[in-house]
């Protein structure tokens, strides 16, 4: 397995139980607008928009597919809110 490169972040993270990092590759955020629609060149302008591109790792940073293989929809949605919430602070 390769180690990952080119990462902004590697966030602590768990999954079934097993310590592992987050591999945060790109992290963007656009809040939504807050004035008249109009005002906005797109949607994605005015209701705002997030994109994360991230990988999950072993405790030593290499990839980890098959811990990735265990994940469920919901702990996507967290791994998400997990990384919105490093980036905010």
Same mark, same amino acid.
């Not at 991230?54 to 990384?83: C, F, H």
């Given at each position: ?9 590697e966030? !602590? #993270? $768990?999954?079934?139980?097993?310590? %592992? ?5 790109? /992290?963007?955020?656009?809040? !939504? #607008? $807050?004035?008249?629609?109009?005002? %906005?060149?797109?949607?994605i302008?005015? /209701? ?26 919901s ?15």
């Amino acid at each position: 397995m390769p180690k990952a490169k080119g990462l902004i972040a590697e966030i !602590p #993270y $768990n999954i079934a139980g097993i310590p %592992c990092l987050i591999g945060v590759e790109d /992290y963007s955020y656009q809040p !939504p #607008y $807050n004035g008249w629609a109009g005002n %906005c060149d797109s949607d994605i302008d005015y /209701y705002g928009d997030e994109e994360a591109c991230w990988v999950i790792l072993d405790r030593k940073g290499y990839t980890a597919p098959w811990l990735e293989s265990k994940l469920s929809n919901s702990m996507e949605e967290d791994i998400l809110e997990t990384i919105r919430n490093y980036f905010s602070d």
